[in-house]
């Protein structure tokens, strides 16, 4: 009995800690006033950021992220060429770093697992709901704001990073679930663009774990579900999509409100794998 309750205890312990990456309007709100250095990072449309964005925020595009010229659609820039980007931009790795979208998910998520991969390590992703973000009276401006470059030192962690050899090791390993976070037409092949899916993969779209209004599912409704296609703490996991985007908020369900160790992301992912290797349907 006492050590079912200390795992219990554990693992509160762990989902909260794992959480703290998701911040509220509240939270968010807070640390504007206590650090005039924060790096707030707008992931959504440039021409809504034109419009009207956070007080102090930079708009960073994902698709500026990618390698040009790669017949492989949506393959990360080499980590120098990602640190260069992100410190024209004023954040470094030691940069207290706050990104949010235009409320899919996807993007800040999306820019999240590319910092923590780079090895930024106070990152936050923040959910825009303007109705909390009223209630705050989170400051919001059209005018740009004023970058100072800064230089960005990357320090890679493999941990939240899988390639195309993991992903093939992984077809047939009990320990490891391949997730595609598609869309159930695509994960069966029956869209122009989708032959079908990596060997062994289950379907989990990116949506499953997103309420009507974007927002994350609460944790015990995410955990559910993941009990329910029987993948537990100690299992490994790698996403994917067909870009990698669709998988990021895949992987922040498990990594950050599920509070699991071994989450990755395959960056190819099935724009890679489907260029020399099969699919099933």
Known sequence: MLS????????????????????TAKDFMARIKENPDLAIIDAGKAKTFATSHVKGAVHINHMDLYQKGNPIE????ASED????????GISEKSEIVIYDEGSQKYNTRIYWILKYLGAENVKMLHMNMDEWAKVRLPLVSTATEIKPVTFTPSLNPAVYADIEEVKQSIGNPAVVLIDARTEAEYKGTTEDSQGHIPGAILIDHKTFLTDTGAFR???????IAEDLGITPDMEIITYCKTSVRAAPVFVAFKNILGYEKVKVYDGAYNEWVVENPVVQ
């Open 4 to 23: 079912f309750v200390i795992g219990l205890v554990l693992m509160a312990i762990m989902g909260a800690t794992a959480q703290a990456d998701l911040i």
């Open 74 to 77: 949506g393959l990360i820039l």
């Open 82 to 89: 990602l640190a260069a980007f992100f410190g024209s931009k």
């Open 218 to 224: 609460p944790e015990e409704e995410i955990r559910k």
